[in-house]
């Protein structure tokens, strides 16, 4: 997900327990050169406050918890009129959003007969419906409706614990909706005192948001980190798309930190970038592009007049970031949610064109990342003992997959903690390309950008396939040559303009990727 280039204070809402809590983040002082960032919040709660240090320096931080909480969708991509599904750690939950939109997350069952909610509906009270019998629930999980109920017994049925859906603690942060998955009754009290993983530039005043793209992958979690943690396979997998293979070299990745809290790298011939991995969801790379506007004057005098139109300080640097999570969605399954922040060129194209370039990159390393995976954990291979038995790995560049394959071994677990009753083995290797690449279901659909623009293509190309079929039977009645022309003419566009549509539809569905061909 890198392109190379040649030469506030939030406030977020958690659902606990069924009381709501508010967290107000407080603005981060500045480290010094020996500290790892630190941040504080303030927890607030019946008129009591609390101050908690987050994030400590290696050496004096506790262990992690042992869950964080999961950035699961974008809200711009959430439909706050009907439930939206989704998967972690190999469980089913259920998003949704009532009218006052408070956002909501249950178990995606019903305890009638354990029909999905997914499925079912916002009623007309604000309460997630059934389909199956029209059990109604509020936010906090209560049943405020068995329709089916006698008179003389609907308040004691309707309040048992066993008609209650399950509360998982959702919280809304800089656009996300973050899933905690244990809601037990230990999971959600811990769940009080951890802050989701968010993105410090998007509460920098300078920076834009960028672009945002969400996608679900047919390979696993470790191999999305451990390919995202990896840039010097941008110029072969990604060549013509975000580099080219001519610009591979030696990247010299150095390695300042790996324990609990991560992994932490550094690639200073790659626009003075690090590489930071939050354990275990995010991802972060960060660009200083001081040095490449320097020299390119062009570069240089549009950055120049934006400081000055924006009002930003003489000595801002022209600065941008990667940031990803890595969502364990299931055994050789996950999901990546991207975003893009920087401070310069503070103007975005159309999210659904930016999505056509971001599918295709996730496309270019998509098949062979589905197979090495099942490749590495051939039983001989043993790569949990040594990742060096496995892999042969001799350059610097491979600094970042060492390490987080010892991160995941000596501090992660040795991986996901799948949910109960889960296989934790993968699933059969698939030869499927349209499967694997499948951007309809694992983007197009899911993205509320992506969805109405293949409606709206849809659309036009039945419009101008008409216009073109009435233009060419408009040809065949007597008219004057010029008329002719003319209704040719506007018929021959019209086809041309139906033809990019197909192009462009068949780019949100499926597009092969053979790099032999590229």
């Known amino acids: 997900m890198l392109r190379l280039i040649g030469g506030g204070n939030g406030e977020f809402v958690c659902l606990c327990l069924c009381r709501p809590y508010t967290y107000t983040l407080l603005p981060r002082h500045k480290p010094s050169d020996s500290e790892l960032p630190r941040s504080f919040y303030v927890e607030k709660h019946d008129d009591k406050t609390h101050k908690t240090n987050l994030s400590l320096p290696p050496s004096l931080s506790p262990s992690l918890p042992s869950l964080p909480r999961y950035p699961m969708a974008f809200l711009d991509d959430l439909d706050p009129k009907r439930p939206t599904q989704v998967e972690?750690?190999?469980?089913?939950?259920?998003?949704?959003?009532?009218?006052?939109?408070?956002?909501?997350?249950?178990?995606?069952?019903?305890?009638?007969?354990?029909?999905p909610l997914s499925e079912g509906r916002i009623d007309e009270r604000g309460n997630l419906q059934c389909a199956y019998h029209g059990w109604s629930f509020s936010g906090q999980?209560?049943?405020?409706?068995?329709?089916?109920?006698?008179?003389?017994?609907?308040?004691?049925?309707?309040?048992?614990?066993?008609?209650?859906?399950?509360?998982?603690?959702?919280?809304?942060?800089?656009?996300?909706?973050?899933?905690?998955?244990?809601?037990?009754?230990?999971?959600?009290?811990?769940?009080?005192?951890?802050?989701?993983?968010?993105?410090?530039?998007?509460?920098d005043p300078s920076f834009i948001k960028g672009a945002w793209v969400t996608r679900d992958l047919m390979y696993g979690y470790d191999t999305l980190v451990e390919n995202v943690v990896d840039p010097a396979h941008v110029p072969f997998a990604h060549h013509g798309v975000q580099a080219q293979r001519?610009?591979?070299?030696?990247?010299?990745?150095?390695?300042?930190?790996?324990?609990?809290?991560?992994?932490?790298?550094?690639?200073?011939?790659?626009?003075?970038?690090?590489?930071?991995?939050?354990?275990?969801?995010?991802?972060?790379?960060?660009?200083?592009?001081?040095?490449?506007?320097?020299?390119?004057p062009l570069m240089k005098w549009s950055w120049a007049i934006e400081k000055k139109l924006r009002r930003l300080p003489p000595d801002t640097r022209p600065r941008s970031s990667l940031v990803t999570y890595?969502?364990?969605?299931?055994?050789?399954?996950?999901?990546?949610?991207?975003?893009?922040?920087?401070?310069?060129?503070?103007?975005?194209?159309?999210?659904?064109?930016?999505?056509?370039?971001?599918?295709?990159?996730?496309d270019g390393d998509l098949v062979f990342l589905h197979g090495q995976e099942r490749e590495m954990r051939r039983p001989e291979l043993k790569w949990e003992e040594n990742i060096d038995r496995a892999f042969y790995m001799p350059t610097k560049s491979d600094e970042g997959v060492r390490a987080f394959r010892q991160w995941i071994v000596k501090w992660g677990g040795g991986g996901p903690k799948w949910a109960e009753g889960v296989d934790p083995a993968l699933p059969p290797r698939s030869a499927d390309r349209e499967f694997l690449m499948d951007r309809y279901n694992q983007h197009t659909k899911q993205c509320s950008a992506c969805k109405v623009a293949l409606r709206n293509i849809?659309?036009?190309?039945?419009?101008?396939?008409?216009?073109?079929?009435?233009?060419?039977?408009?040809?065949?009645?007597p008219r004057p040559a010029k008329v002719l022309v003319k209704i040719l003419g506007v018929g021959l566009a019209q086809l041309l303009v139906a033809w990019q549509c197909v192009k462009l539809e068949k780019r949100m569905m499926f597009v092969d990727y053979v790099h032999s061909e590229k």
């Open 326 to 362: 890595a969502i364990p969605v299931g055994p050789g399954r996950s999901r990546i949610l991207a975003l893009f922040p920087r401070n310069f060129f503070a103007v975005n194209k159309p999210r659904w064109i930016d999505h056509l370039e971001r599918n295709a990159v996730l």
């Open 246 to 296: 001519s610009m591979a070299m030696p990247l010299n990745v150095s390695l300042n930190y790996v324990g609990r809290e991560g992994v932490f790298l550094s690639l200073p011939r790659l626009a003075n970038s690090t590489i930071d991995f939050h354990a275990p969801t995010r991802l972060h790379y960060q660009f200083d592009f001081s040095g490449f506007f320097a020299r390119v």
């Open 88 to 115: 972690l750690l190999g469980k089913l939950f259920v998003i949704w959003a009532d009218h006052d939109k408070t956002w909501h997350a249950f178990e995606d069952q019903c305890p009638h007969r354990l029909a």
């Open 458 to 477: 849809r659309i036009l190309k039945g419009v101008m396939m008409v216009g073109g079929l009435v233009c060419a039977t408009a040809i065949w009645t």
């Open 141 to 203: 999980g209560g049943n405020v409706n068995i329709p089916q109920a006698e008179p003389e017994i609907k308040a004691v049925a309707e309040r048992s614990g066993r008609a209650c859906a399950k509360v998982v603690p959702l919280m809304v942060a800089q656009g996300m909706a973050w899933l905690w998955p244990d809601n037990s009754l230990e999971g959600m009290e811990a769940s009080r005192g951890v802050l989701p993983s968010t993105v410090p530039e998007l509460n």
